[in-house]
């Protein structure tokens, strides 16, 4: 079964454009989450999505947006882009939401970088 | 305020070593702790879940250990080989479940 897969791999944008981010869970899985990595920290989290709700939302500015699809896909949306956006995105998926004792399982990610 | 610190934050090691990696946190009512491995550039792996019952889970040469009375969580790599090299984080969920908080990881060098 295929795992979690996000795309674009590569993103170079410039300061002040917007970029979406795409992500399909694992077959089966209803919730979706979004993290932040920056290097050499560890990721920090932005959304989670559940059946098309938000459920979870991280200490983010408002230029960070998301919504998650019928078929449980995600996008992520960053507006007015800052160097500082510079980061590797991740996703991930859970069969459900809210329930701490299941494990997350993580795609390869999305590397942004804002020239 | 959950947080989570990796200690050391960086390792080398020869081949054949055993080694632990240490993770803490500071709220000791959580629902499992999750280690991860992560190569450069990659995303995250899943190595090991232990739930707040469970003392400890192995997996191969990996054991990792949990003491929610005193915030602790070790991964002990036995007989370290140089494709253990990468960057190895835990995580803990929030309380609602919805996310989980992670430490800022450990990277580990092993040497032939």
């Known amino acids: 079964d295929a795992g979690v897969t996000q795309s674009p791999t590569h993103l170079i944008k410039t300061r002040g454009q917007h970029v979406t981010l795409r992500c399909s869970p694992i077959s089966g899985h209803k919730s979706v989450s979004w993290y932040q990595q920056v290097l050499g920290q560890g990721p920090q989290f932005i959304f989670q999505y559940y059946e098309k709700e938000e459920r979870g939302r991280g200490n983010f500015p408002d230029r960070f947006s998301a919504r998650q699809f019928p078929n449980y896909s995600s996008e992520l949306n960053v507006n007015a882009l800052l160097l500082g956006d510079s980061a590797l995105y991740l996703c991930?998926?859970?069969?459900?939401?809210?329930?701490?004792?299941?494990?997350?399982?993580f795609g390869d990610g999305t590397r942004l970088s804002i020239l | 305020k959950q947080e989570v610190t990796q200690i050391p934050a960086a390792l080398s090691v020869p081949e054949g070593e055993n080694l632990v990696l240490n993770c803490s946190f500071t709220d000791s009512a959580i629902y499992n702790l999750q280690w991860f491995r992560q190569d450069p550039g990659k995303g995250l792996t899943s190595l090991l879940l232990i739930q707040s019952s469970q003392r400890e889970q192995t997996s191969g040469r990996l054991n990792a250990s949990l003491d929610k009375s005193s915030g602790r969580s070790t991964l002990y790599i036995a007989a370290s080989q140089p494709g253990d090299s990468a960057t190895y984080l835990c995580a803990v969920p929030t309380q609602a479940g919805t996310a989980l908080i992670f430490g800022k990881g450990t990277t580990l060098s092993v040497s032939s």
């Open positions: 991930a998926s859970t069969p459900f939401s809210g329930q701490g004792g299941q494990p997350q399982h």
